[in-house]
């Protein structure tokens, strides 16, 4: 079955610290991968989606498929990074997504 | 332009009642989505709408949910005898015409919060 993992629920760091939010996926065939954000208040929004390959708000993610991960990356977090991270892919042969159970990120001043 | 709204934004209702939830997709937006977030957990897709018609319901967790899209725009997701267990935050998306590669990006509304007493 077609699953996405994001084993932690919540990571914390100092601004400026390098930050990875992990996102494992199990899938037959090759996935299509993004990663939506939520800020504070605010609508849930796609971040960046790997077949796009760009870096958004510093942020980059690189589809490791013999790992089956596609973890999120940032080298140096800022404050107003602080938000859920919900990693997603599209469920076999169609265009609903299946998402993890997201990350908070929280970056300390 | 105006992105997704959704309305009520919040609803409280108490167990056994019928409760209406309505999503405005942005305008030209053929596919819509509705996914299901409860605490703690991301969205569940509950049903998908192409057009006029529910591409793909297999989400929906049981017979008393049931959601329309009459014109092809304003979608309407209805529960009936609501339970306990149906709170949860209730999103709406839409996005362009699913093309032949690659999925086009979903657009999502503010969600409605559902609580039932």
């Known amino acids: 079955a077609q699953r996405v993992t994001q084993p932690e629920k919540l990571l914390s760091v100092f601004k400026g610290a390098p930050v990875e939010l992990k996102c494992n996926y199990s899938?037959?065939?090759?996935?299509?991968l993004f990663w939506y954000v939520q800020y504070s208040r605010q609508r849930l929004q796609l971040l960046l989606r790997?077949?796009s390959r760009e870096s958004i708000k510093g942020f980059t993610a690189d589809l490791n498929k013999g790992e089956t991960s596609f973890h999120l990356k940032k080298p140096f977090a800022q404050e107003e990074d602080s938000a859920m991270y919900y990693c997603?892919?599209?469920?076999?042969?169609?265009?609903?997504?299946?998402f993890g159970t997201g990350t908070r990120l929280q970056v300390f001043p | 332009g105006a992105g997704v709204s959704q309305t009520p934004s919040n609803k409280v209702t108490e167990k056994g009642k019928y409760v209406e939830l309505r999503c405005d997709p942005i305008?030209?937006?053929?596919?819509l989505y509705w996914y299901r977030q409860s605490l703690g957990q991301g969205p569940e897709f509950l049903i998908y709408?192409?057009?006029?018609?529910?591409?793909?319901d297999s989400g929906l967790p049981n017979d008393r949910f049931f959601a329309v899209r009459p014109e092809g725009s304003v979608s309407t997701l209805k529960i009936q005898r609501t339970e306990r267990g149906d709170s949860a935050v209730y999103l709406c998306?839409?996005?362009?015409?699913?093309?032949?590669?690659?999925?086009?990006?979903?657009?999502f509304g503010p969600g409605t919060r559902l609580t039932v007493l």
């Open positions: 998306a839409s996005s362009l015409t699913p093309g032949t590669s690659g999925h086009n990006e979903q657009f």
């Open positions: 899938y037959s065939g090759s996935p299509e």
């Open positions: 790997h077949i």
């Open positions: 997603a892919l599209p469920a076999f042969n169609t265009d609903k997504l299946i």
């Open positions: 305008s030209g937006h053929t596919a």
């Open positions: 709408f192409q057009g006029t018609g529910a591409a793909d």
